[in-house]
């Protein structure tokens, strides 16, 4: 079970939101050094990652972008402010 899930609906078509979504994964690879493996498919698509003890999914589909991190032992201190973090960063690109 993941310890930060965190969903917001988009709003958007998915051609709209899949660039949205791709714009976000750079700028965490960009900020934070997060190496995000990114697979498009026709109706969904599906980011992973693991980053200092997290390992880390994204689900991107028709309505909505999900995100659930399950974190190591040493990430789990930092739960408040990494979900904090997920969840501005997706207001400012799905808002």
Do not use: C, S, W
């Amino acid at each position: 079970m993941a310890d930060i899930e965190v969903e917001r609906n988009h709003g958007l078509n998915f051609d709209e939101a899949r660039v949205k979504a791709k714009q976000l994964l750079a700028k965490a690879q960009e900020k934070y050094g997060v190496a995000v493996d990114y697979a498009e498919g026709a109706n969904q698509d599906i980011a992973t990652a693991k980053h200092m003890g997290a390992n880390i999914k994204g689900v991107l589909d028709e309505q909505k972008i999900r995100f659930e991190i399950k974190l190591g032992m040493f990430a789990k201190p930092m739960k408040g402010k990494i979900k904090e973090g997920l969840e501005k960063n997706m207001d400012k690109y799905f808002a």
